[in-house]
């Protein structure tokens, strides 16, 4: 913890906290449009098949995007980038709102979309880039805190005005969140993420066979398929827990559930990335990550005392999993070059999309043959599977280099 004391400028000096803030304001209104938007499209006459269109809409041109735009952070800069991805969330929620129609609806999270694949790998990288190694995990670990925080009260905050003053208040309040993260975005210096001279083969850009190529890091594809299985398990809770929680009336608000587990998430994450950066990622990865399958396995015995056990498992999975996400993330940018680190994390991002819709859709298939409790403990096994990944990769790796 010294270190983060004797490096103060470096983790919380003026453009990195500018970064953290900006990064707050502009996910408060992605992580809003996750969870309200649907509110608005069955206020706009939508049904559920709509809802289900817009979100795989909004999710699969995030994930395409990426591929097209995710390395323009490393070929033009960070700023560019950022700038783009917060101009584009400034926008998207008033259009999004003067929709004459799903279909006009349906466009505007198209455009939403583009700052999915611009904004977030290019955020992550330019604190990455402008942290020492030795505190990387720490910078991460602060930079994934706001984005914890922005889950934690955006949605709250946009209830409380849908309830109170209509959806017109909630658009107009996401987009001057956008609004605000744009003018912080605007006092970075012109040349960001440049914390070297770049080489003449680094001026030419990113190729796409060096994106390719990152796919035969075995590290770093390890970690992708963590990411992904974490990420499973993540979007089979914001989906499905709520409604079986419904069934315990002792429990209350169910909701209440992702505020605990977001809180002590954003703490553990701080924590557990400064700790990295003195004990390694890979030590701590293997505790987090069986927290976060034992606040799962609590979930299946919840017949026993449903109220203490639902909130018990926010407190024990709620560090866990923000922990190991910050963890797999910084292993990411330890896996790969500088000049290609906002490719990587563009990636990244679309590694946590996938395994959301991929678990989401395995998890609602399997209800029809298995019972919540079952497939809360299969969840809980799997999850604790996830470590073994970059044992395979060291082997893997390993066994390249005997080879040579």
Not at 39 to 46: E, F, I, P, Q, R
Not at 315 to 322: D, E, K, Q, R, T
Not at 363 to 375: I, K, N, Q
Request: aromatic share 12%; charged share 15%.
């Amino acid at each position: 913890m010294n270190s983060i004391f004797l490096h103060r400028r470096e983790i919380f000096g003026k453009e990195l906290s500018t970064v953290y803030l900006a990064g707050f304001l502009e996910l408060s209104t992605v992580m809003t449009s996750f969870t309200l938007i649907p509110l608005y499209v069955k206020h706009a006459g939508g049904g559920d098949f709509a809802i289900g269109v817009q979100a795989a809409i909004f999710t699969l041109f995030s994930v395409l995007f990426r591929f097209l735009l995710g390395s323009l952070a490393d070929s033009r800069g960070r700023k560019l980038s950022l700038l783009i991805g917060s101009l584009v969330f400034s926008t998207a929620p008033i259009g999004i709102w003067l929709s004459p129609s799903l279909v006009v609806m349906a466009l505007f999270r198209v455009y939403q979309a583009i700052g999915m694949a611009t904004f977030l790998s290019a955020a992550t990288s330019y604190v990455a880039d402008h942290t020492p190694d030795e505190l990387r995990g720490t910078g991460i670990g602060m930079y994934r805190t706001a984005v914890t925080l922005s889950v934690m009260i955006a949605p709250a905050l946009g209830m409380t005005l849908i309830q109170n003053f209509g959806f017109a208040s909630f658009f107009i309040a996401s987009s001057l969140c956008g609004v605000a993260g744009t003018l912080l975005i605007l006092t970075l210096p012109e040349k960001i993420g440049e914390p070297h001279q770049a080489s003449p083969d680094e001026e030419k850009g990113v190729s796409v066979r060096e994106l390719f190529d990152l796919f035969r890091i075995p590290e770093l594809r390890s970690t992708y398929l963590g990411i992904f299985a974490l990420s499973m398990a993540s979007g089979i809770l914001l989906t499905f827990l709520t409604g079986y929680a419904l069934g315990f009336p002792s429990i209350g608000n169910p909701a209440f559930y992702f505020t605990i587990r977001e809180s002590l998430g954003a703490l553990g994450t701080m924590a557990l990335g400064a700790l990295s950066d003195r004990l390694g990622r890979d030590r701590l990865l293997g505790p987090v990550l069986l927290s976060f399958a034992a606040g799962c396995a609590i979930l299946a015995f919840m017949e026993v005392s449903p109220r203490l056990l639902y909130y018990l498992s926010a407190v024990i999975s709620g560090v866990g999993y923000a922990g190991a996400l910050a963890l797999l993330i910084a292993k990411v940018v330890d896996s790969v070059p500088a000049r290609l680190r906002a490719s990587a994390l563009a990636f990244q991002e679309s590694a946590i999309d996938g395994g959301n819709a991929f678990g989401i859709f395995i998890f609602g298939s399997a209800l029809s043959l298995f019972s919540f409790p079952v497939l809360f403990a299969a969840m809980a096994l799997f999850i604790m599977t996830i470590p073994f990944l970059s044992v395979l990769a060291r082997g893997e790796r390993k066994g390249r280099t005997a080879a040579r």
